[in-house]
């Protein structure tokens, strides 16, 4: 039985709207800082993230702290309803600071110390990081922590990156030492032996390095992993030094979605709220918008998956362009909305942008913002964000509510590490985001709700698990997996699942390792195709899918033999033209999948239609729904709130089920045919939907 979540912030038990403020950078203009407070309250913005790169600003001299800028703008926002997620400073240092201890600069994977500059450029590592960066957080919890207009801490800012410094190094060995124990271990797990890499001693092992070793993958596996428990640790630091002062004040940190370099499931535990920052390129000419609208539904689906289902934040959204895309597109008129209203729509009880108000010089001073240079609320800008404030305002029941997916789909960090780091089988492009998210497509368009979840997951609640090229599997998955579908669970599987373990060491005695007996099934070999070279599938009269037909295949050609599973396509050409190219093993109570090629996107779209059927998974609406436009529900297991997107330059229509339902924002019932303009959104309330 689902029920909803408390919400962020028991001040504000509402949707959040508003912005990254940077006050700091105009301390001289104080009209500006006055006329900011009118125009968020003009704007319908109730919470702003303050202090992200304040560093300097609050301690322009170690040990000299200058807050009464600060005080001033908090007490400004308690005065006028505008609330604060208090950033710590640590994404960009003082000068002063890489000045006099050089030990906080990054060093590069080239062992080169860089420049002070930019930001994100510190070690985690340092001491006397940590030691600065408890101080300043220390210091702005005491004094702000219990502040009225305070609701919660913004730890630090984007995470990222990688240190190779000395420090690093000796702490890398460390962390190797407590995993391993013995170096013998070691040189088992990294396959040493191969071209004499064997160790003999702890102070050998280096990280990673163009000029230095890089072909070990246990190595360069192990140090991604160090790496993302090392700024772990370091959030794990800066957090302990806010929450001593109120513990009951949520934090979060800001995600990059999918980005590679830290697998943000090892910060679940820490954060009380999870976010992320989202800056999608519409308007693009290599994918259409509802292509671009998918891929991003998927990352808002990590996000809310990240914490079970908990909603998330969007923490930084671009209100018109975005200055580091290659080109910096205006939004069309709608896609504003549509896109803030996507993220609510899988589970954001926030739309926040970067930034409030553009930046006169520097780097970001082109980058969109609520506020232009020409200051006033007279931008088509500034109407789109009050527009969608005024919209927010009327959403607030919905702040808290949840959704409950029925399937489920693998996205793992380990697993993509080692299989981009493999060498083969094809080195121009294994995909394996891309592919992950070619499988979300299709319930993205029937309007099917996802969890996307990493291989550690909990399978047992969904009816169908889907885990594109799991290369890497633990033997823990592999268990569940096997255990999922005894007990009545539909899983899929596709080329390339099952060749190594968590060292990255490959399975002796048959692929896919410990799934041979769930799927039924035994890969020989693979085949990669060039670009442009193709084969082809058929399927076989009277699948049991009934699924006709046949279907391009290229780039990944698995090459298998039946243990038990039953073939339901076969390949069209080549050496191995008849053999078995998509199977099903009936194991236990349930059902595993095999697809053995990659496929072109309709044997995507044909495949999860019939397990759509086959398994009886819910959609949002039982309705067809036009190409581009996807249905989304969030619910507190009392009423169900459906959003139909439309991701499309086109109007659209969705006739409605036979239900009673009432528009929300209009507050009008609702029935027979919902009329959709060009990037429009409608969102309807009706009572949930027993199973
Ligand atoms: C990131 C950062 C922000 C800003 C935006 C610009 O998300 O967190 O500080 O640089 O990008 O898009
Ligand atoms: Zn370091």
Redesign the pocket.
Known sequence: MVTSFPPISPKVPRLLHGA?YNPDQWLNYPDVLKEDIRLMKLSRCNVMSVG??SWVSLEPEEGRFTFDWLDRVLDAFKDNGIYAFLATPSGAKPAWMSKKYPEVLRTEADRVRSLHGKRHTHCYTSPVYRRKTAVINGKLAERYAHHPAVIGWHIS??YSGECHCDLCQAKFREWLLAKYKTLDRLNHAWWTGFWSHTYTDWDEIESPAPHGEDAVHGLNLDWKRFVTDQTVDFCRHEIAHVRSFHPELPVTT?F?GTFPGLNYWKFTDLLDVISW?S?PAWHNNKQTDSELGADIAFVHDINRSLKGGKPFMLM?S?PSM???HDVSRLKRPGMHELSSLQAVAHGSDTVQY??WRKSRGSS?KL?GAVVDHEGSEHTRVFQDVKKLGEKLDKLDEIAGTTAEPEVALIFDWENRWALEDAQGPRNIGLHYERTVKSFYQPFWQEGVPVDVIHMDGDFSKYKLVIAPMLYMLKQDTAERIERFVQEGGTFVATYWSGIVDENDLAFLGGFPGGLRKTLGIRSEEIDALHDGQKNAIVMDADNRLGLSGRYEAAELCDLIHLEGAEALAFYEEDFYAGRPALTVNLYGAGKAYYIASRNEASFQKDFVSKLIEETGIAKVLDTDLPDGVTAQMRTDGKHDYIFLLNFTEENENVALPDEVYTDVLKGTRKKGTVKLPPYGTVILRRRHRAE
Do not use: L, V
């Open positions: 990254d992200i790169f800012n984007e800001n990059m920052d800056y930084e671009t975005t200055n580091w970067f930034q970001e980058h």
